[in-house]
C-alpha cells in the first residue's frame, strides 16, 4: 500500500511539474506572447484598446502598434519579431505568419520565420528587415526568400531588394543611426570608414593603375607574391587605393579560389557596397586586414617599372658639372714666363718734351 501511494504521489508531482512547464515554455497554437520595452497599443479583435507597458500574451488576429520603445513578438514554433517606435511607429498584426501593415520589422529568430506585407510574404533563414515605406527587403544575414513580387524569388546576405517585378539585389546601405544597422553591422560600419579614408588617401598618392605593374602591387601587399594566380590582367584601369585595399581583402579571404575571391570582391565594391561590407561579405576580421592595409599605405614606393613613365623633375638651377680630374701621367714642372721688361718711355715723356724743347729755345735766345 505504502509503495502504492508513494507511486500516485509521484505521478501527481510530475504532472503538476509538467503542467507548469508547459505554462512556461511559450504561447498557445493560436497566440503569441508579448515583450513590451516601453509602450504598445493594442487593439483586440472585438475592437476593445488598451495601452501595455509589461509582458503579456496576445490572441492572433489583435494589431499592436508599438508607440515607444521596441517590443518582440514571439510564436509558438519559437518565431521571434522585433517591432520599433522610431523612425515611425511599426504596426503589425498578430498571427502565423503576422503581416507588417505600417513601419519595419525584424526577424530575429526562426527557421524559417516568415512574414506578410500586402500580397508578399518573406521566409527568412537569418537576421532579416523588412520595411514598408518604401517596400524592400534587408537581409543581414543568411537568405531570404521572397513570394509575391514577380520573378524576384530570393536575397542573400548583406543584400537588399526593393519589392518590385523588376528589382535585382543589391549591397546593403547601412545607416549608422539605425539600431538594427548597428546591432549586426557594427564592426562593418566601424572600420569600413577607415578602410575608405585609407583608399582615398593611397589614390591621391599614386592615382590609378596605369603603369602600375604586378610587381608593384606584390612589393606593397607582400601576401599577393605567394599567389600564383595574380597576374597584370587582374589589375583593372581602377584606383591604386582601391586595388590596394581590395587586394588585402582577398588575400585574407578564405572562401573559393584566388581569382574567385578576387572576382567577388571588386564586382560587390563595384556594385556600390562600402569597403566594411565587402571585408564581412568575404569573412575577413578587421584588425589583421587594417593591419595589411595600414603596412601597404606606409610602405616605401617601389620604383617604376620600365614600363612607367618617371614623374618629371623640376629644378630653378642648372645642373652643374662634375670635376673630371686630369689623366695620370709624368709629372711636369712648368717655368713662370720671366716679368716683362720696364718701358723704354716714361709714363711723364709726354708732358715733359714740350717743356724741355721750350727751354732749349730761351737759352739759344740769350746765348746761353
Request: glycine share 10%; aromatic share 6%.
Amino acid at each position: 500500500m505504502a509503495a502504492l501511494l508513494f507511486s500516485l504521489l509521484t505521478v501527481l508531482i510530475v504532472g503538476v511539474v509538467v503542467v507548469s512547464l508547459r505554462g512556461d515554455d511559450g504561447p498557445g497554437p493560436d497566440e503569441a506572447r508579448l515583450r513590451v520595452d516601453g509602450s504598445v497599443e493594442r487593439t483586440a479583435v472585438d475592437g476593445s484598446v488598451e495601452t501595455l507597458t509589461s509582458d503579456t500574451t496576445v490572441a492572433f488576429g489583435d494589431q499592436i502598434v508599438v508607440v515607444d520603445g521596441l517590443a518582440t513578438v514571439e510564436l509558438a514554433g519559437g518565431q521571434q519579431y522585433e517591432v520599433r517606435a522610431a523612425p515611425t511607429p511599426s504596426e503589425l498584426e498578430i498571427g502565423a505568419p503576422p503581416r507588417l501593415i505600417a513601419g519595419d520589422v525584424l526577424v530575429l529568430a526562426g527557421f524559417p520565420a516568415q512574414v506578410r506585407y500586402q500580397s508578399t510574404t518573406v521566409s527568412a533563414m537569418g537576421a532579416m528587415k523588412l520595411v514598408s515605406g518604401v517596400p524592400s527587403v534587408v537581409s543581414y544575414a543568411g537568405r531570404a526568400r521572397i513570394d509575391g513580387a514577380g520573378e524576384l524569388d530570393e536575397v542573400v546576405g548583406l543584400r537588399q531588394v526593393v519589392l518590385t517585378s523588376s528589382a535585382v539585389p543589391e549591397p546593403l546601405v547601412y545607416d549608422g543611426s539605425d539600431g538594427w544597422d548597428r546591432r549586426y553591422l557594427s564592426e562593418a560600419i566601424a572600420f569600413g570608414s577607415r578602410l575608405e579614408a585609407l583608399a582615398r588617401g593611397y589614390t591621391a598618392d599614386l592615382g590609378n593603375n596605369r603603369g602600375r605593374s604586378a610587381s608593384f602591387y606584390e612589393a606593397v601587399v607582400p601576401a599577393l607574391a605567394e599567389e600564383r594566380e595574380f597576374g597584370s590582367d587582374l589589375l583593372a584601369d581602377r584606383e591604386a587605393g582601391e586595388t590596394i585595399v581590395g587586394a588585402a581583402i582577398v588575400v585574407q579571404g578564405r572562401e573559393g579560389t584566388f581569382r574567385e575571391r578576387w572576382d567577388n570582391v571588386f564586382t560587390f565594391r563595384e556594385q556600390g557596397a562600402a569597403w566594411g561590407l565587402v571585408a564581412l561579405d568575404q569573412g575577413v576580421s578587421s584588425a589583421p586586414l587594417l593591419d595589411t592595409v595600414e603596412l601597404a599605405v606606409s610602405a616605401p614606393r617601389p620604383a617604376p617599372t620600365a614600363s612607367t613613365t618617371p614623374r618629371p623633375t623640376t629644378t630653378t638651377e642648372p645642373a652643374r658639372p662634375t670635376p673630371v680630374d686630369p689623366p695620370a701621367g709624368p709629372t711636369t714642372t712648368t717655368t713662370p714666363p720671366p716679368d716683362p721688361s720696364p718701358p723704354t718711355t716714361g709714363l711723364l715723356d709726354p708732358v715733359l718734351d714740350p717743356v724741355a724743347t721750350i727751354l732749349q729755345d730761351l737759352l739759344g735766345i740769350i746765348g746761353l
